[in-house]
């Protein structure tokens, strides 16, 4: 068997080999690094962020205020002169659609009473006319517009301006005094637009202030019809609502998009540093452990991994196995001459080649035909070339070191039998030359091979 005989021949296979490995374990780490980089993305991908945000959208409130047929529109529509103050009380049912828009079904209650009859200005009875509206009940539905949002840095808006606008329905009766008998009750539509504040006390409470005006489609609403415009009454209020659902979901109307998305931006970044961090402390770990297991310490051409007799002397003749040979071969030369029956005999070999699944171990099936190309080797002193290939499955640092592994072991295997490890290379390509389809279980067969190439 020929071994090492030569220092320099043997010197610059070290070095060449030494080059490969940092080559190798430089492209291996930056292939994990990019690979982990990339599983990450996916993982933040599906974060939180995008997922389905539960709201809480319905909520009811109770308020009392003053009502007063004195409105901010005032001019000549009053049909009395001096407005009075009275208490009343509502309440309401909100569906929030959007965080800039909700529906609300109101109720309202109350007396609405004024005096001093215009039309009767100047005439006798005029400071003792009066009147004193009976809202019996009221109903209307109506858009709610949040103006805006005035928290840029918390997901919960502190301050929710809005305004209102409806319609609605009401019975009441008007009772007068020196203007006859007023009017029993009677059912009549009015359009109720209104503006307010609501303040977030907590997650689920809010304080609500707001003044709405009331626009009757009728003039008869105090009981003394004069002039052609309608009546109209408002009412001023502070209530408090409460949001109906799960305690830990925020309440779409105060909710704000922009801070809670600011925070959760915020979070990712940190997240993905962190990620960042740790994927590179990974990848020198794996880049520390390739060189470690591919490295040649004692330069004999075995890889530490496969090296059997660690340690020994420089240009000591050894076997596949990294272990000395005790009577080397001589070097001998002479034209390599390969024959039909020759490659007969390798191709026998690999179509007979099985390793245990995912591993480099070789089946016991496959030593008869591996003994035979032993054998040639012996005989013939051809040179041989074994290549590793695997298919695309798994990540690419596993099929190169599972390719190169399993190379190894033939060559490992061949040199047990005889063979000189010098006249045998073992390269593992990976999944990088494929011969066939990786779509198909078929072609990934095929792609999952060792090639002998004798020479």
């Known amino acids: 068997m020929q071994g090492y005989t030569n220092d320099s021949y043997l010197f610059n296979i070290y070095q060449n080999m030494n080059s490969t490995l940092k080559k190798t374990a430089m492209i291996l780490s930056l292939v994990g690094l990019s690979s982990q980089l990339f599983a990450q993305e996916v993982i933040s991908s599906s974060t939180s962020r995008f997922d389905k945000k539960d709201f809480r959208t319905w909520s009811i409130g109770l308020h009392g205020g003053v009502l007063t047929p004195h409105t901010i529109f005032r001019g000549k529509t009053n049909d009395f002169n001096t407005p009075m103050e009275n208490w009343g009380y509502g309440g309401y049912i909100k569906n929030q659609i959007i965080p800039a828009f909700g529906i609300q079904a109101n109720f309202l209650a109350g007396n609405v009473e004024g005096k001093r009859a215009s039309n009767l200005m100047g005439a006798a009875g005029y400071d003792e006319s009066r009147f004193k509206s009976h809202i019996e009940w009221s109903a209307s539905v109506s858009g709610n517009f949040t103006i805006a949002n005035l928290s840029m840095n918390q997901e919960r808006s502190v301050i929710s301006p809005y305004v209102t606008a409806g319609a609605g329905y009401m019975s009441s009766n008007a009772e007068t005094t020196n203007l006859g008998g007023g009017q029993g009750y009677k059912e009549n ?85 962190r990620a960042l961090s740790s994927s590179e402390e990974n990848a020198r770990r794996d880049r520390e452990m390739y060189a470690k297991e591919m490295g040649d310490d004692d330069g004999d051409g075995v890889a530490n991994k496969f090296d059997k007799c660690p340690g020994t002397p420089p240009n000591t003749v050894v076997d596949g196995a990294g272990c000395p040979l005790k009577t080397p071969r001589p070097v001998v030369t002479e034209k390599v001459i390969i024959t039909e029956a020759d490659r007969k005999v390798v191709d026998e070999a690999i179509r007979n080649l099985e390793f245990d699944l995912g591993k480099s171990t070789i089946r016991p099936t496959s030593f008869a035909t591996l003994n035979r190309v032993a054998n040639l080797l012996v005989e013939k002193n051809f040179s041989l070339k074994l290549a590793g290939h695997t298919d695309n499955t798994g990540s690419m640092e596993l099929n190169l070191r599972l390719s190169k592994n399993r190379a190894e072991s033939v060559k490992a295997y061949l040199v047990s039998k005889g063979a000189n490890a010098s006249r045998i290379e073992a390269t593992g390509y990976g999944p990088n030359q494929p011969i066939s389809t990786n779509a198909t279980a078929e072609g990934r067969q095929q792609n999952r091979r060792v090639e002998f190439t004798l020479y």
């Open 189 to 273: 539509w009015f359009i109720p637009v209104g503006a307010g504040f609501k303040f977030g006390v907590s997650k689920g409470v809010n304080i609500d202030l707001g003044y709405t005006v009331n626009f009757m489609k009728t003039d008869n609403f105090d009981g003394n019809n004069v002039g052609p415009m309608n009546d109209r009454f408002s009412y001023a209020h502070a209530g408090i609502e409460f949001a109906l659902g799960k305690k830990e979901n925020p309440q779409l109307s105060n909710y704000s998009p922009i801070a809670a998305l600011r925070k959760e931006t915020a979070a990712e970044a940190d997240e993905l540093r």
